[in-house]
Structures are given as structure tokens and as C-alpha cells.
């Protein structure tokens, strides 16, 4: 056993750079699980910013002053901010209230839908069946229910959080744009000089998750505002709303948009019934998944790494569970990242065994 581990230290760890960067990764691992909750402010204006670095660097190529650059961004991100505050989110709220408010209508029609199952399909479900999943359905829209009838004076706590993030977020963005060359800098002084390993890796993090984020950005604003104008014309209840769950959903490959096509369809049965109307919701919902996957996603996603399909599930249910939400929407960068730091990690040939070398 000592032998074996002493082995894999002399592959792996010979060189003192790689030993750097593990303990640099462990200890960041370490340090956002224990503080990630308490930096979260930080940590989502650091993210902002990094997407926002992207349209600098545009406009500066293009002969604007950087910090005239930064200063219009930051305006154009202030603006944008405000209106999801004050525009799309009561809207969001609103629809969310009116759909608790509907839910046992839901659930009754529901209940009907799910009754004549059996007798059209006898050997393939029964009535015990359907009785479970009614009262599964059931206890789950009653608890959402309840969570939405207990918002009030009890979270008002949250709301001076919230409140005190929406000051806190955008001052931290503006000021990583602005001196983002002095931090990276400070950062780079307490590494060792030479670093061509760590260089390497980060360049390739930098131009993948770059890459990814921006895009994954712009992959959700793009899908949100075209399933809206696509479900308000069709006449679809709770558009806002089911527009925003579409959009979210591209941030988990394969399964986001599974998961999300449940609640637009059941809406849309609930609405339209099994008619035609029902029949064009759910094609132009289709069209929209189809040129997304087939269309926008290879063009926003050119330069990033393809990864396997099972590893961008395996990263989602790993980091997700680490990181929640976050954990999710950065499953594929990290991923990434590991697969750049394998890649440049050093390897040294092991020793040939002295009966070998006889």
C-alpha cells in the first residue's frame, strides 16, 4: 500500500506546481462550502461581472475608452436589473399567486382526467394507482399553496436581505469591472513566478467558461423573451411565468427541458382542452426547443468543449448538490475546468521496478 502511494505521489505530485494548485483547489472547494451561503452577494457579483467583462472587451476593441466601456455596461446592467425588479417580477408574482389560487380546479379536473385512465387502459393502470398519484399531486400543490399563503410579515427579514443585496450586488460589479486588473494582479503575486502549468489552465478556464456563461446568458434571455411573444400570442395563460421556467430550463442540458415541457403542457390542457388550440401551444413550444437545440446552441456554443452526455449529468447532480442552484447553473463550466486541469496536469513517467530494469 505504501509502495502504491508513494507511486501515484511521484506520478502525480513531483511536480511543486501541481502540489500549488491541489491545495489551491481544495482549499477554495473547502472555503466556498463553509462560506459560500454568508458570500453569496460576492460570489453573484463576481459572476455578473465576468459576463459583463465580455461586452467591455467588445466595445474597447472597438475604440471605446475602457472605462467609458465599463461606465456604459454598467448603466445598460442597472437598467436591465431595475426592470426585472420592478417590471417582470411583480408580473412573475402575480401569475404565480393567480395559479395557487386555481390549483384546486386544477386538481379536480386533474382528478377527472386521471379517472378515465383505467377504463381505457385497464391492464396498464389501475384505480389504486391513480388514487396515489391524486393524493401525491394533491399534497404537493397544497404545500406550494401554503408556502405562497405564509409569505408575509414572517419574511420580512428576507426582504431586508434582498433588499440589502440589490444595493450590495450591483457596487461590487462595477468595482470587479473597474479594477479587475489590480485584483487578478494581487491574486497572481501570491502564486509562485513561474507557473506555466497554472497559466495554461487558466487560459483555457477563462476562454471555456467565459465562453459558456456569456452564451448560456444570452441562450436564456434569447429562449424567455421568444416563448413569451410565442405564448402570449397563442393566448397561454401565465405567460410571464411559464416563459421564464422555459428560459431557466436551458441551463440543465437534457433534462431542464423535459422537466419543463410537464407544466407547460398541463397548463395548456387545463386552459384548451384537448383541441386544437392545445394542438398549436405545444407545436410552438416544440419549434422553440427544436431551434434551440439545433440552431442557437451551435452557434453561441462553437468554441466550448463538447463534454459527454453522461458527464454533464454526472456535474449537474454533483455540484448541484454541493451548490444548489448555483452548483447547477456552473455544473458544465466546472466541469470544464476539471477536465483543463487533467489535461495540463503533469505527469511523470513512473520508475521502472528494479527487476525490470535487470
Not at 468543449?305 to 454526472?314: G, K, S, T
Request: aromatic content about 12%.
Amino acid at each position: 500500500m505504501v509502495r502504491i502511494l508513494r507511486g501515484l505521489a511521484h506520478k502525480y505530485f513531483s511536480d511543486e506546481e501541481a502540489v500549488i494548485l491541489f491545495l489551491l483547489l481544495v482549499t477554495g472547494t473547502v472555503f466556498v462550502i463553509l462560506f459560500g451561503a454568508m458570500l453569496a452577494p460576492a460570489i453573484a457579483s463576481l459572476i455578473i461581472a465576468f459576463i459583463l467583462q465580455g461586452l467591455v472587451a467588445k466595445l474597447h476593441k472597438m475604440g471605446v475608452p475602457e472605462l467609458v466601456a465599463i461606465i456604459g455596461v454598467f448603466v445598460v446592467f442597472l437598467g436591465v436589473l431595475v426592470g426585472f425588479i420592478f417590471g417582470l417580477l411583480p408580473l412573475i408574482w402575480t401569475q404565480l399567486s393567480n395559479l395557487a389560487g386555481e390549483a384546486p380546479r386544477i386538481i379536480r379536473e386533474l382528478q377527472s382526467y386521471l379517472e378515465l385512465l383505467p377504463e381505457e387502459y385497464p391492464h396498464l393502470i389501475s384505480m389504486e394507482a391513480v388514487d396515489t398519484i391524486y393524493r401525491q399531486v394533491s399534497a404537493e400543490v397544497a404545500h406550494m399553496t401554503q408556502v405562497l399563503v405564509s409569505f408575509s410579515l414572517s419574511s420580512i427579514p428576507d426582504l431586508v436581505a434582498l433588499l440589502i443585496y440589490m444595493v450590495l450586488v450591483p457596487i461590487l460589479v462595477f468595482f470587479f469591472m473597474k479594477d479587475r486588473r489590480v485584483l487578478v494582479a494581487s491574486i497572481g503575486r501570491m502564486l509562485p513566478p513561474q507557473r506555466p502549468m497554472m497559466v495554461r489552465i487558466w487560459h483555457e478556464v477563462n476562454l471555456q467558461c467565459a465562453n459558456y456563461v456569456r452564451g448560456k446568458a444570452v441562450e436564456i434571455l434569447i429562449v424567455g423573451v421568444v416563448t413569451y411573444a410565442a405564448f402570449k400570442l397563442l393566448g397561454m395563460p401565465y405567460a410571464a411565468l411559464l416563459s421564464l421556467l422555459v428560459g431557466l430550463s436551458v441551463v440543465i442540458p437534457y433534462i431542464g427541458a423535459a422537466v419543463v415541457t410537464i407544466p407547460v403542457a398541463v397548463i395548456a390542457l387545463f386552459a384548451f382542452g384537448w383541441s386544437s388550440h392545445f394542438i398549436w401551444v405545444m407545436v410552438a413550444y416544440g419549434i422553440i426547443q427544436a431551434l434551440d437545440g439545433n440552431v442557437l446552441v451551435p452557434i453561441l456554443f462553437s468554441e466550448v468543449n463538447n463534454l459527454h452526455p453522461v458527464a454533464i449529468i454526472v456535474a449537474v447532480l454533483f455540484f448541484g448538490g454541493i451548490w444548489g442552484l448555483w452548483g447547477v447553473f456552473f455544473a458544465i463550466p466546472l466541469a470544464t475546468m476539471l477536465k483543463a486541469v487533467f489535461a495540463a496536469w503533469p505527469v511523470k513517467e513512473s520508475e521502472p521496478s528494479p527487476a525490470l530494469s535487470e
